[in-house]
C-alpha cells in the first residue's frame, strides 16, 4: 500500500509540486475572471477516446481507432505508451497535460502490453525500438503476471477501505461544485455533462469549435452520488464465490488441508456405473451429486437432465433422471424424454448452455445443435442441427465449453498433423484459432470457467494456454512421478483421463490444476511464475508455435524442484509443480479409495 496512489486526491494533485503549479494558474485565472469561462484547475481531462486507444494500440480494431484519430500514422514514438514507469511519473509527476486514469483493461487483459501483431511503433530518440509495454520490475517480464499482480492490489482491503473516494472524485459529490474545488478537482467547463446547450449556439464555428473540444477531450461522466459514499465492507483476506451466494474463505478450500481429505462415508453405497465415469457435478442449492458415463453429458441448469450418445441405432437421447447417479441401460432411475434416430456419429459432447450443444465423432466435424426442452405450440421437445464446422482432418476425441467466455474447444485424434485443438466461438459458431499442435491425439480439453485457460492433454503431457492461445506452461507428470524412467511405459501407466480446475478469483497463485490419470491416482498441481533455468525445448514432446507468432522467451519449462539442477539459459517461465508429499498421499488415498 505504501506505494499505491492516494484514492482521495485526482491525478493531478498526486504530487505537490504540480499541484501547486495548478494552484497558481487557478488563482491567475480566477482573478482575471476572462469572458463567461469559469476558472478551472485542469484543461485536460482524464479519459478520452485518444487516451483509450493510445493505450490499446497494439490490439485490433483500437490500433485502427487510433490511425484515424491520428491522420493515419501512429505518433511519435517518445508520446506512445511504452512504458508503466514512464506513463505513470507522466500522469502523476511531470506532465500538466497529462492526467490519464487506468483504463479496466489494466486488471483483466495482459495481451494490450504485447505488440503480438508486430506493429511498427517507431523509434525513440535514445534509439529504442518499442515493441512491448516495459513493465515493472514486480512483473518478471510477463505480462500475465503483471495483470494477476495488479488485479491482486485492486482486490486489496487497503484499496477496498478508500476505493470510495476515488468513486467521491469520480462520480460523486466530489465531482462538481465547491467540495471539488476543495478536493483540487475542477476542470474545465465543457467537460461538465449540461454545461453548455449546443443547440443554443448560434455562431456555427463556435458550435463546432465547442463540439469538436468535448469529442477529443472526453467528458466528465454523469454525477451519480450527492453525498459520500459509504466504505466498501472488506472481505477475509480472500474468499471464493459461489454461484448462488455462499461465501466460503479461502482457508476452507479442501487444497489447503489435503490431510483431512477423506472418502465421504455417504457416497460409499452409491451404485457404480457399468461403464466409466464421463462427468460428476453438483446441482442445486441443496448440493446434489449427479454422476453420468462417458457417453452421457448433464444439461446445465436443468437438474438430473442429461443427453445421451451411443446407443446401437445410431440414436441421441434426451434423458431426466431423479437420482444421483444415471447409467445408459435404463436402471439409474432416468427416462428418455425425446429421441433422435439416425444422428451422426458421436464420440464426445458439451452443453455451453441449456439451448445449445457441441458434438463431434469420428468424421471430425463439429456439429452444433439447438435444444428445446420447453414445449413448443406443438407440444414437443425437440433436437436440431444448426450447423456444422469444419476444421479438424481427423477424429474428434473430446470436447469442452466455457459459458462464461462463449468458447467451445476440440480436441483431435489420429496422431502426428491431425493432432490439433480448436477453439470456436459459440455466439457466432465461428472458427477462432487453432492451437499449436500436439505430438499425440488429444485426450482432454477443458477451459476454466474464471480464467478462460484452456488446459490439453495427450498421454502423461499437460498443457496450459491463455484464453487467446498463448502458452503458460507444460508437464510431463510421467518424469516426476514415474521416478524419471520407464519411457514411453510410463507414460502410457499415467496417461491423464481427466482434468479439473479450481475457480477461485483469478489474481491468486493459490489455484490448483487436478488431473486424474490411469495409474488411479488424483493428482494436483500448481501454477506459478517464476525466473529459473530453461532447458532446451524437446521438439517432439512440446507442440510447435506458428512462426508467425513466435517471440522471443515465451518457452515454458518445468521446475523439478531442488534435487535437479537446472541448466541455461535464463529466462522468464511458468512452472507446474505438483504439491508436497503429503498433499500427493492424500490425493493417492483418495483415489485408490
Not at 514512464?86 to 511531470?94: F, G, K, M, P, Q
Not at 515454458?556 to 498421499?585: F, I, N, Q, V
Request: hydrophobic residues 40%; contains cysteine; aromatic residues 8%.
Amino acid at each position: 500500500p505504501a506505494t499505491f496512489r492516494d484514492l482521495s486526491k485526482p491525478m493531478g494533485a498526486q504530487d505537490g509540486h504540480r499541484l501547486h503549479m495548478f494552484l497558481k494558474r487557478f488563482k491567475e485565472w480566477e482573478h482575471e475572471a476572462q469572458f463567461d469561462t469559469p476558472a478551472y484547475h485542469y484543461g485536460t481531462h482524464y479519459s478520452s477516446a485518444m487516451i483509450v486507444c493510445s493505450f490499446l494500440v497494439r490490439l485490433e480494431p483500437f490500433a485502427q481507432h487510433f490511425l484515424k484519430l491520428q491522420g493515419g500514422h501512429f505518433d511519435l514514438a517518445d508520446r506512445m505508451f511504452h512504458s508503466v514507469r514512464d506513463t505513470w511519473l507522466s500522469a502523476s509527476r511531470n506532465n500538466m497535460a497529462d492526467l490519464r486514469e487506468l483504463i479496466p483493461e489494466f486488471f483483466y487483459l495482459p495481451d494490450f502490453l504485447t505488440n503480438h501483431n508486430r506493429f511498427h511503433l517507431g523509434r525513440k530518440q535514445n534509439g529504442t525500438v518499442l515493441g512491448d509495454v516495459e513493465l515493472p520490475p514486480w512483473a518478471k517480464g510477463s505480462a500475465r503476471e503483471f495483470i494477476r499482480v495488479h488485479r491482486e492490489a485492486l482486490e486489496s482491503d487497503w484499496v477496498s477501505a478508500h476505493l470510495h473516494q476515488w468513486i467521491d472524485l469520480v462520480f460523486g459529490h466530489k465531482q462538481r461544485g465547491p467540495a471539488a474545488r476543495e478536493a483540487h478537482n475542477l476542470f474545465h467547463h465543457l467537460f461538465y455533462e449540461g454545461n453548455v446547450d449546443i443547440n443554443s449556439i448560434s455562431d456555427p464555428l463556435r458550435k463546432t469549435a465547442v463540439i469538436g473540444f468535448i469529442n477529443n477531450f472526453g467528458q466528465i461522466p454523469e454525477q451519480l452520488f450527492k453525498k459520500p459514499h459509504p466504505v466498501r465492507k472488506a472481505f477475509l483476506q480472500w474468499s471464493i464465490h459461489r454461484p448462488y451466494g455462499t461465501v466460503y474463505p479461502a482457508a476452507r478450500l479442501f487444497f489447503h488441508h489435503l490431510d483431512n481429505l477423506v472418502p465421504s462415508a455417504q457416497l460409499a453405497p452409491r451404485p457404480q456405473h457399468p461403464h466409466p465415469v464421463g462427468q460428476i457435478r453438483v446441482v442445486g442449492d441443496k448440493d446434489t451429486l449427479y454422476s453420468v458415463p462417458h457417453n452421457m453429458a448433464l444439461i446445465p441448469d436443468q437438474g438430473g437432465k442429461f443427453i445421451a450418445w451411443g446407443f446401437v441405432d445410431g440414436s441421441v437421447r434426451l434423458g431426466s433422471s431423479s437420482s444421483a447417479s444415471a447409467d445408459a441401460g435404463g436402471g439409474g432411475g432416468e427416462r428418455m424424454v425425446c429421441m433422435l434416430e439416425g444422428a451422426p456419429d458421436i464420440a464426445a459432447a458439451t452443453l455451453p448452455s441449456s439451448k445449445l450443444l457441441f458434438t463431434g465423432g469420428n468424421t471430425g466435424v463439429v456439429t452444433a445443435w439447438a435444444l428445446n426442452l420447453a414445449p413448443t405450440d406443438e407440444g414437443k421437445t425437440y433436437l436440431r442441427v444448426v450447423r456444422q464446422l469444419y476444421g479438424h482432418t481427423g477424429p474428434v476425441t473430446c470436447l469442452a465449453c466455457s459459458p462464461a467466455y462463449h468458447v467451445a474447444v476440440s480436441g483431435g485424434g489420429g496422431g502426428g498433423r491431425d493432432a490439433s485443438v480448436l477453439v470456436w466461438d459459440t455466439n457466432r459458431l465461428l472458427l477462432v484459432r487453432q492451437l499449436p499442435r500436439h505430438f499425440a491425439p488429444i485426450d482432454v480439453v477443458h477451459v476454466n470457467n474464471v480464467t478462460g485457460d484452456m488446459v490439453t492433454t495427450c498421454g502423461a503431457h499437460m498443457y496450459v494456454w491463455g484464453v487467446n492461445g498463448e502458452p503458460v506452461a507444460h508437464v510431463n507428470s510421467a518424469l516426476i512421478h514415474g521416478g524419471g524412467g520407464g519411457g514411453r511405459h510410463a507414460a502410457c501407466a499415467q496417461a491423464i483421463t481427466c482434468v479439473a480446475t479450481s475457480e477461485v478469483n483469478e489474481w491468486h497463485t493459490e489455484n490448483v490444476v487436478l488431473t486424474g490419470s490411469s495409474d488411479g491416482v488424483v493428482r494436483m498441481w500448481s501454477v506459478e511464475m517464476l525466473q529459473t533455468r530453461l532447458e532446451p525445448p524437446d521438439t517432439h514432446h512440446l507442440p510447435s508455435p506458428p512462426a508467425a507468432a513466435a517471440v522471443e522467451g515465451s518457452e515454458t519449462c518445468l521446475d523439478d524442484g531442488p534435487g535437479r539442477p537446472h541448466p541455461p539459459p535464463l529466462s522468464k517461465a511458468y512452472s507446474m509443480d505438483s504439491l508436497d508429499e503429503a498433499a500427493a498421499a492424500a490425493a493417492a488415498a483418495f483415489s485408490e479409495s
